[in-house]
């Protein structure tokens, strides 16, 4: 009894003396965090909620390492940063785990629990809303994704440091298909990627070239050959290769005729490294997207050229569109869609009067009568028509005079936003559309208009709009539209549109990545940007722990 004693003693010393290290802790966090700077007052908040325990440390209360338990954890996703395309070098997490092998006492162990919950915020930030800011990218006008301190804190307190940040993951397949594909392409990477291949000029299918065995290593190194199946005569270009290299410029936004060209050599030649920062790079906008609604919305991908319409998350409606011409760009932008108008007036904006159809009338007199066009005072079905001959064309032709008067374009068939428009008004001026220019949707890289978006498949697109308002379906919008029936049909719901630009994406068909070029250089602007950062992270301090 008396041995049992003894041990109990020196036991109720040794809590007391933790509870007495713990109590010094506490007192050193109350002190440190008395008047926080405003990066701090989540934190400050935190740990008053906890009542000044620790968080990261707490480990040393049972004479455990302080880098074990939550810290540990913190260690560990920051060293995986990559795996989410996030750079490792901004978080320094080879300096913050020397620092947690040190011997801390009280002071030390605050200044720790602080430094940590910083680091964690950080990168719960990046993971969130991404670590670089839209706002210093030309062209994205596109609110972040928000960023709630206090709450990453409590998914921290209430589910551990991995569920927190799984759960503060931009939540869309999108994300989900784009972090997947870029595990594949790292292990294509760690085996070696893919070698470089050169001909001359053009091959095509049948054609027997020596440079086929290597396209074909290619091809199976990228997936788009299961095997190679070239038998005895490998330099022949044999069907199997025809349909992978189909398969490859489907992929890689190219016309799939199946013709070895200069345009499918360049794609080729792209390493996995350079695949890599681009899916890390669209990785990065993704994150900068607000999580999409749960009720209806469309969202058209730029780059891709292709609008998709969802409810909840189930995709209804595809179909391809044309953008902006490069000095024309669309931008990426998010607005509601609150009507359609069917037969609509083009009204010509004033850059296009003074830039293009000014000069033609001018060498044209005739050349609005040929394309249907009016000048009116305003806008109306009974505006006032103004007699085009008098005016003075030739002072309006790219000039910087504006036009004083409306040119439009009556509607028709060949009028240049087709039969319906789709409406979301903005200070862009863009819009949804259709055209009379069908041919273009056959082409692979769409980057014709003035910044609108024409859409392929407008009385699909309005069918879509108009569900569940009981005197509008397909077959009624058809009739309105081959009846010359101006209409302007008001949404009993606005419908949120979303524009945005990715050039790396997984198709939600075949879970397979497509790449795109770079259309506006948006990726060249992000490239620039990410690599400032890095270096100021390289050159910058220890952090102090």
């Known amino acids: 009894m008396a041995a049992l004693a003894a041990l109990a003693a020196v036991a109720l010393g040794a809590c007391a003396e933790r509870d007495a290290g713990l109590q010094d802790v506490r007192a050193a966090l109350i002190e440190q965090l008395r008047q926080p700077q405003d990066q701090d007052r989540a934190i400050a908040a935190f740990y008053a909620g906890r009542d000044h325990e620790p968080f990261w440390t707490r480990a040393n209360d049972n004479g455990g390492d302080?880098?074990?338990?939550p810290a540990q954890a913190l260690l560990e996703q920051l060293r995986s940063a990559d795996a989410r395309g996030l750079p490792r070098a901004p978080y320094k997490p080879e300096s913050v785990a020397a620092q947690l092998g040190l011997r801390m006492d009280p002071t030390l162990r605050a200044q720790t629990e602080i430094a940590l919950s910083r680091v964690y915020l950080r990168y719960a930030g990046d993971v969130t809303q991404g670590h670089t800011d839209p706002a210093d990218?030309?062209?994205?006008l596109i609110p972040r994704r928000p960023f709630d301190p206090a709450q990453a804190l409590i998914l921290l307190d209430e589910h551990g440091v991995d569920d927190a940040i799984e759960a503060l993951e931009p939540r869309t397949d999108d994300y989900r298909r784009l972090v997947a594909a870029r595990r594949e392409l790292v292990r294509r990477i760690q085996e070696g990627g893919w070698e470089t291949v050169q001909y001359e000029g053009v091959i095509e299918p049948g054609e027997q070239d020596p440079v086929l065995p290597k396209i074909r290593q290619r091809l199976l190194a990228g997936g788009e050959l299961a095997r190679d199946e070239s038998g005895d005569d490998p330099q022949r270009y044999d069907e199997a290769t025809v349909a992978a290299v189909k398969d490859f410029q489907r992929r890689h936004g190219i016309a799939d005729d199946g013709v070895l060209g200069p345009e499918v050599q360049a794609m080729l030649n792209v390493s996995a490294e350079q695949r890599l920062e681009q899916v890390d790079w669209n990785l990065e906008r993704l994150r900068w997207l607000p999580d999409p609604p749960q009720s209806r919305h469309v969202a058209v991908n730029l780059a891709g050229f292709r609008l998709r319409a969802f409810d909840g998350d189930e995709v209804v409606l595809s179909?391809?569109?044309?953008?902006?011409?490069?000095?024309?760009?669309?931008?990426?932008?998010?607005d509601e869609i609150e009507y359609l108008q069917i037969n609509p007036y083009w009204n010509v904006p004033?850059?296009?009067?003074?830039?293009?159809?000014a000069p033609k009338v001018v060498d044209d007199p005739d050349y609005l009568r040929a394309n249907d066009m009016e000048v009116v005072r305003e806008p109306g079905p009974?505006?006032?028509?103004?007699?085009?001959?008098?005016?003075?064309?030739a002072r309006y032709a790219g000039s910087g005079d504006d036009f004083p008067y409306l040119l439009r374009q009556r509607p028709g068939p060949e009028n240049a936003l087709g039969r319906i428009k789709f409406m979301f008004p903005n200070r862009h001026a863009i819009y949804l559309h259709d055209t009379p220019a069908g041919h273009l949707f056959d082409e692979v890289q769409r980057t014709f208009s003035h910044g609108c978006i024409r859409v392929r498949d407008p009385v699909e697109l309005a069918d879509y709009l108009l569900d569940g308002q009981p005197d509008w379906d397909a077959e009624r919008v058809r009739e309105a539209v081959d009846g010359g029936e101006r209409s302007r049909i008001a949404l009993d719901d606005k419908v949120p549109v979303r524009l945005y630009y990715l050039t790396a994406w997984v198709d939600e068909d075949d879970e397979r990545i497509s790449f795109r070029r770079d259309i506006y250089g948006h990726d060249e602007r992000l490239r620039a940007r990410v690599d400032a950062l890095r270096q100021r992270a390289d050159a910058g301090t220890k952090p102090q722990v």
Do not use: C, L, Q, Y
Request: net charge negative; glycine share 10%.
């Open 350 to 357: 004033d850059s296009i009067i003074v830039n293009e159809i």
């Open 382 to 393: 009974n505006a006032e028509s103004i007699d085009p001959a008098g005016i003075d064309w």
């Open 319 to 334: 179909m391809p569109v044309i953008v902006g011409k490069e000095r024309h760009a669309t931008p990426a932008f998010a």
């Open 137 to 140: 990218v030309d062209g994205w």
């Open 66 to 69: 302080a880098a074990a338990g």
